[in-house]
């Protein structure tokens, strides 16, 4: 299994652009998220899912969207960059929410200036 | 409100020496909990989980120790390494059933060879 992959691992917007973060697993895993880390500040909580078809905010979902039409994807759109959205993005699957144990992808640094 | 915090952001530990990483929790509902090890540039790694109705558990080199009464979370490492080397975060279901994890700003393991 290749476990939970992530594309890009790094990218540089414009302030207004947008993109697509892409977040794909191979475990057949129900629950998926997504998570930024800055510097001092932990992992937060943006947005998650427990199943295709079902999508629930996090902690700081403002000025994200997304969407978990397959089991395996769930990708994290930013629809207009804002430099507030520089950070390491990463995303993360588990069997189930509760007492799981979530595998992490490798992160992908966003910069936008 | 939930929160899930730590005690010292750094930690500098000798090469063989014991380390102990501690988390406060907030929540006395949560019944669930579990240790991730980040190394630069990687995605968290789950190392040790641990749930409400234990104390404490082992695993290879590490145990976790879980003090209710206080709401107080530790990581102990053993013959610490220096690929211990990492920053190291709790992370905490505040309800029981499918809530998603809550996670702690982290700590910062340095090991001096």
């Known amino acids: 299994n290749a476990g939970v992959t992530q594309t890009p691992k790094f990218q540089v917007l414009k302030t207004g652009q947008s993109m697509t973060l892409q977040c794909a697993q191979d475990?057949?895993?129900?629950?998926m998220s997504w998570y930024r880390q800055d510097p001092g500040m932990g992992l937060r909580l943006i947005h998650y899912s427990v199943g295709a078809g079902i999508t629930d905010q996090g902690e700081v979902p403002n000025g994200y969207n997304v969407s978990r039409s397959t089991t395996e994807d769930f990708p994290l759109r930013l629809l207009s960059a804002a430099p507030s959205q520089t950070s390491v993005y990463f995303c993360a699957s588990s069997l189930g929410t509760g007492a799981y144990e979530q595998y992490f992808g490798p992160g992908t640094r966003l910069t936008v200036t | 409100g939930e929160s899930v915090g730590l005690h010292l952001p750094t930690l500098s530990v000798q090469e063989g020496d014991n380390s102990i990483i501690n988390c406060a929790y907030s929540?006395?509902?949560?019944?669930?909990f579990i240790w991730y090890k980040q190394e630069s540039g990687k995605g968290p790694q789950f190392i040790i989980d641990?749930?409400?109705?234990?104390d404490k558990r082992q695993g290879q080199r590490v145990t976790v120790l879980l003090n209710k009464t206080v709401k107080h979370l530790s990581l102990q490492i053993a013959a610490t390494q220096p690929g211990d080397s990492a920053v190291y975060f709790c992370a905490e279901i505040p309800n029981s059933g499918n809530t998603p994890l809550v996670f702690g700003k982290g700590t910062r393991l340095s090991v001096i060879a």
């Open positions: 929540n006395s509902a949560s019944d669930y």
């Open positions: 641990i749930r409400s109705n234990m």
């Open positions: 475990m057949n895993h129900e629950y």
